[in-house]
């Protein structure tokens, strides 16, 4: 009897367990994923997202009625590759046959607790351990420490921790919420703190997704193809203080920062980055070393004012940033070590006549030689909202200044004319500001008759806002082709779609479709508002995170030098500004407009200088060998000036960035389809069954283009082309399978290659990518997502052989909430 009475407990509690699942999952069925009705219910009203953020923000990080509660979330992946011999050289020698997590990718685990001290308080603290297993590779110069080339590989583990804490305030009249350590997520407008949104892919799943259904994680990577509203991220970290409002009487708003900040001028190889190079890189008894982002000396106070929808509903904003140095930075023997100057004999006479490089050492042999840091300042007033119920405008009006303080070795005689005259050397301390440079961008989204946006933006020559989406760097890039996928770009730009001495117009088209899916057709023309240096880059938007993800064994791969510096094979590149180099490379290596293959995180580029002639880039190359001049035949062509003295040979630097690059005034363009629609209706299947095609055209030239569709032209600098094709499927509503497909190519018939001797001939760049894949998503349990992407990756170097690769990538990832 007691084993029927257990046999009849077990078939019940099946039947339950069975019932209880065909019920939800029927239940989640009938949920659509599109989020519609949301906004027809607000139209219906008559209100806007806007009018419920405070009342959702204010909710968001402590709903619920416990006195004390926990929630936290963990992430696992592991991932396979393998290069086999014959592959690139400078890949087989940084290889990873296994690795579980890479840094930029690690598992991680983050546990919070809040507190409800009393019905109008609310404390909460965040504590987050990261870990990286970076797996089994071959680099013979593991052991060595080096200045800049810090290797990580005699590290089997690496673990980072990071932790937060706040307090929540609400009354009826205000409400305040403080937050102290890492990682505090900040915007303001375009032109001070903000990143733009990239194109994000369903196959790119990434590690810093949020909680949410697998149907939304669809509805926002192809049915939208967008994340708009709340969904949308255009904030960047920080770490410090941050004192912000959730609620103020007369609808007005601040938001106060002060702390450290992401590196953005390791791009500046005139200026010492010391939050670069070793200070993450476990560097021994490294005087500047920090914790969490950024360094002891450097600080930066950021703060926003606003008054929410004062013009009917429109939101005018004021934001201010100022970044601060300590002295006591000059002490630091790795920042007075990055400066090293080139001093001519006499600067009243001739530019030919030979100087020398000297080192920033306060004694005689460091005489003249100078080292200095920048502290930039930014302001900016704008202004958003909705015109009408169908017009919203975004506008962004910046000036900003550089405050410059230099060091220079310098020396006094005390007691002079007697004979206890003495020699001393001394730091001379000068300050200096550069002028105001402006900046102006707006954003105008229609909803009448065809939908469009159209950005329209001019930057100008020397504006100089790190945080902003105008990425602080003297250089020049496809329009868009750095906006596909979350890698960062030069200057670290995360999202990023301007520089200065830019200036032109995005349009996109986006005509309602019937069903669900979108259809976005985007024309852009920028281009440069001065001739600048012929300094060009481009992203790897289809293998590039991948490609990321196989470099393991330096710091390099976190934008710090070319990522080969590390490793005894190089990658075989196009020259691009090659005049960096000095004696000792260690001390001062090649910047990073050097011609190299960059990565950072999640991404990788390519820099190079389309020469006008073997010539030019012979002088680029050579220039180290402290010849005065270069011509071409019996002409001296005045362009070709020695590098370390500018063109009138009055003035001594640090070095110049003019001498033996071509100059002109460059223009992009770009051409954009972007389609994804849900064909579930046509074949009559119940679920979602998306068909999503990605396909762009971009282009840099000399000249006005409308469009070009090849490389063949003389005043095309670059040109490129990429398609992707993503088809998914919903088996059910938990469990999607997924497809890839992809091709891209870069051109140019400018580009040259060293050889043995420093011979320079030409190679053009070809450059062919290819990936074809299958994946899946599926919450296999509640709140517990797995991952899985099978890939095959091929990379084609048409003209140079040894930088051709392919590789399967397998990986899986776990990721949980609770």
Request: proline share 4%; net charge neutral; glycine share 8%.
């Amino acid at each position: 009897m007691l084993r029927k009475k257990n046999t009849m407990r077990r078939f019940l509690f099946v039947l339950c367990t069975a019932g209880i699942t065909m019920t939800a999952s029927a239940a989640e069925e009938s949920l659509a994923a599109d989020s519609s009705a949301f906004q027809q219910m607000l139209d219906s009203l008559g209100l806007h997202k806007n009018d419920l953020e405070s009342k959702v923000r204010s909710t968001l990080m402590f709903g619920g009625s416990s006195p004390v509660s926990f929630s936290g979330e963990g992430r696992l992946k592991l991932q396979y590759h393998g290069f086999k011999e014959g592959h690139a050289k400078y890949l087989t020698q940084d290889r990873s046959y296994l690795a579980s997590n890479w840094e930029g990718n690690e598992s991680f685990v983050r546990i919070g607790m809040v507190a409800r001290a009393g019905r109008n308080t609310v404390l909460w603290s965040k504590i987050g351990f990261q870990h990286t297993l970076p797996g089994t590779f071959v680099n013979k110069d593991a052991d060595g420490r080096v200045s800049n080339r810090h290797d990580k590989s005699n590290e089997s583990a690496t673990i980072h921790e990071d932790m937060s804490a706040g307090i929540a305030l609400r009354t009826v009249p205000a409400s305040f919420w403080l937050k102290l350590g890492a990682i505090h997520w900040t915007e303001a407008s375009p032109l001070s703190i903000w990143k733009s949104q990239p194109r994000l892919f369903a196959w790119e799943y990434l590690p810093f997704e949020v909680e949410q259904p697998i149907a939304r994680y669809y509805e926002y990577n192809m049915a939208l193809g967008e994340r708009t509203g709340r969904a949308a991220w255009n904030k960047k970290a920080f770490q410090g203080i941050n004192l912000e409002s959730i609620n103020l009487p007369g609808n007005l708003y601040f938001n106060l920062l002060y702390g450290s900040y992401e590196r953005y001028d390791n791009f500046e190889w005139d200026f010492a980055e010391l939050s670069a190079d070793q200070n993450y890189t476990d560097w021994d008894s490294h005087p500047a070393k920090g914790k969490g982002i950024g360094d002891p000396f450097r600080r930066v106070f950021h703060a926003r004012f606003a008054a929410k929808e004062l013009f009917n509903k429109m939101t005018p904003g004021l934001n201010f940033l100022k970044f601060n140095y300590s002295e006591d930075v000059i002490c630091v023997d790795k920042f007075k070590g990055l400066f090293r100057t080139y001093v001519l004999p006499d600067t009243t006479t001739s530019s030919l006549r030979r100087g020398e490089l000297k080192s920033f050492i306060i004694d005689k042999s460091g005489l003249g030689a100078k080292a200095y840091y920048k502290e930039p300042w930014v302001a900016s007033l704008d202004l958003r909202g909705p015109v009408t119920e169908k017009l919203d405008i975004h506008a962004d009006f910046a000036l900003t200044r550089i405050d410059t303080t230099t060091y220079e070795v310098s020396k006094r005689v005390l007691n002079p004319n007697t004979p206890d005259s003495i020699v001393q050397y001394y730091l001379n301390k000068a300050n200096s500001s550069s002028s105001v440079s402006p900046a102006f961008y707006t954003r105008i989204e229609n909803q009448y008759f065809i939908p469009f946006n159209l950005d329209l933006a001019i930057i100008g020559k020397e504006f100089y806002s790190p945080m902003s989406f105008a990425a602080p760097v003297d250089a020049f890039f496809p329009f868009g082709s750095n906006l596909l996928g979350p890698g960062k770009f030069i200057g670290r730009g995360e999202a990023s779609p301007y520089t200065k001495n830019m200036a032109g117009f995005n349009l996109t088209l986006a005509p309602k479709l019937t069903g669900y899916g979108h259809l976005r057709v985007s024309y852009g023309q920028h281009f440069q508002l001065e001739a600048a240096r012929d300094v060009l880059y481009f992203p790897y938007r289809l293998n590039g995170q991948d490609l990321f993800s196989f470099l393991h064994s330096s710091y390099n791969r976190w934008g710090n030098h070319r990522s080969d510096l590390s490793l005894k094979d190089k990658y075989k590149n196009r020259l691009g500004d090659e005049t960096y180099q000095r004696d000792n490379a260690d001390q001062k290596p090649l910047g990073h407009e050097s011609g190299a293959l960059y990565s950072d995180y999640l991404s990788m580029y390519e820099c190079f200088v389309p020469y006008e002639d073997e010539i030019q880039a012979r002088a680029n190359l050579n220039n180290t060998t402290k010849r005065d001049t270069y011509g071409k035949g019996d002409r001296l062509d005045g362009s070709f000036y020695y590098v370390n003295t500018d063109s009138s040979g009055k003035k001594d630097t640090l070095y110049s960035k003019s001498g033996f690059v071509p100059v002109h005034q460059k223009f992009t363009f770009n051409l954009e389809i972007d389609y994804a629609y849900d064909i579930g209706k046509i074949f009559g299947y119940p679920r979602d069954m998306f068909f999503g095609v990605y396909a762009a055209l971009n282009g840099v030239s000399t000249a006005f283009k409308p469009l070009a569709f090849n490389e063949k032209s003389d005043d095309m600098l670059l040109w490129g082309t990429y398609v992707r094709f993503e088809p998914a499927v919903a088996l059910t509503n938990k469990f999607y399978l997924l497809g890839l497909a992809g091709f891209e190519r870069w051109a140019s018939q400018k580009a040259y290659m060293k050889f043995k001797t420093n011979n320079v001939l030409h190679s053009p760049i070809d450059y062919r990518d290819y990936a074809i894949g299958i994946g899946f998503d599926w919450e296999m349990l509640s709140r517990v997502g797995l991952h899985a992407r099978v890939k095959y990756m091929q990379h084609d170097d048409i003209n140079v052989s040894e930088n051709n690769y392919k590789t399967p990538v397998i990986s899986t990832e776990i990721k949980m909430w609770f």
